[in-house]
């Protein structure tokens, strides 16, 4: 296997009484795109604070290709930082932030013109070197805040929420060049946010995170598909999450009737929660549904119609359905045993993985 970027072994960070990362393991290759995503306080930025040196873990190891970096100065580590807020320098014009890190170091001064020429072309703002930051839109400013980092040439660039100052479309711009940019550089993003939409669209791996621990970590379309629990289904996207009971393998029990599922690897009878995706649920007529739910409201979306509605027991089903449905009136739920996911209580990343490991070997 080729050598990690950077990688954390069993990682702590504690301030005073309060633990904020409790033992983090992750490994970043070469050349892709990660995120870490999770709600505010959980320790994203400070795994990047640790990870640029600006902060030292409590315990644990951090590698940087494969050499222990805990104690190397924050100068001397081939990272950059881009910040939520640019962190510009207002009385400096574009060229002369761009080429801020280039004079620190000393570089000669024919060189430093080049790599910030070289820089500004790469965050599409060539000719704008002499202009004054306050003449700069946000995303300008965003984009002179990248090309800073990039002018060092750094081998890993640490993103901390970069686009939430930005307004909506703007911001979904930026996410098409910031991938766009990565792959085109080849080096490799690790990339802050809170936001699930941004985190799917924009990544290779995501890294879900919470009270600072990685609860999973995968491909988007693993996180989204084989949610490990309650916590992660809820978080990425929108989930219908009922409580069940195993029958035995691929067969949950769920309002009172037996389905086929997906997962296969509990115990007879274990108590577990079923995740199935609005998108993955049609309406049907009655007699051919797998369920019959009353319709509670409907939303007409576009391309779906949003529909909430109650099964028997009063679980409250969410929708996005190609038919229509009429409010009050009782309906077929349909789905395909394959979307039915079964999440079991408290199991761990490394069990998770095991478990589906073996559905594959049964395959
Ligand atoms: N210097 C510090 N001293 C004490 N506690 C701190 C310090 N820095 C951060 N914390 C605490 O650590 C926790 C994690 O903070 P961190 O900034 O890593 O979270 P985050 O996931 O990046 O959140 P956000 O999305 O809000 O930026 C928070 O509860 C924060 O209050």
Request: hydrophobic residues 40%.
């Amino acid at each position: 296997m080729e050598q990690s970027m950077v990688e954390f072994k069993n990682v702590i960070k504690q301030y005073d009484d309060a633990q904020i990362l409790k033992g983090i393991d992750m490994a970043l290759e070469k050349g892709k795109f990660y995120t870490l995503l999770g709600p505010s306080g959980c320790g994203k930025t400070t795994i990047l604070r640790i990870i640029a040196g600006f902060t030292n873990a409590t315990s644990g190891d951090v590698l940087f290709e494969g050499q222990r970096i805990n104690d190397l100065p924050a100068n001397r580590r081939q990272v950059n930082t881009v910040f939520q807020d640019y962190a510009l320098f207002p009385h400096l014009n574009v060229f002369d932030n761009v080429a801020f890190g280039l004079n620190l170091r000393k570089v000669k001064k024919a060189d430093v013109q080049t790599k910030v020429i070289e820089a500004l072309k790469l965050v599409r703002l060539e000719g704008y070197d002499q202009r004054e930051i306050s003449e700069l839109s946000g995303g300008q400013q965003q984009r002179v805040a990248i090309a800073r980092a990039l002018a060092n040439e750094p081998k890993v660039l640490l993103l901390d929420e970069p686009l939430s100052a930005l307004d909506m479309k703007l911001r979904k711009a930026m996410q098409y060049e910031l991938r766009d940019l990565q792959q085109r550089l080849g080096i490799t993003f690790l990339f802050v946010t809170h936001d699930q939409e941004e985190a799917l669209a924009m990544s290779d791996e995501i890294f879900v995170m919470n009270e600072g621990r990685v609860l999973q970590s995968g491909t988007p379309v693993d996180i989204y598909d084989e949610p490990i629990n309650h916590f992660v289904a809820d978080f990425i996207g929108e989930s219908n999450i009922l409580p069940g009971k195993m029958v035995a393998d691929y067969q949950v029990e769920m309002v009172n009737k037996v389905f086929e599922c997906a997962d296969a690897g509990m115990r007879p009878h274990e108590a577990v929660e079923i995740v199935l995706r609005p998108e993955d649920l049609d309406i049907v007529a009655v007699d051919q549904g797998q369920l019959v739910v009353t319709v509670d409201t409907q939303l007409f979306r576009g391309d779906y119609y949003e529909i909430t509605a109650y099964d028997t027991d009063q679980n409250r089903w969410l929708i996005h359905s190609t038919n229509p449905a009429k409010d009050g009136q009782q309906v077929g739920l349909f789905f395909e045993p394959e979307d039915v996911h079964i999440m079991r209580f408290g199991e761990s990343e490394e069990d998770f993985d095991a478990r589906l490991d073996s559905y594959e070997e049964e395959e």
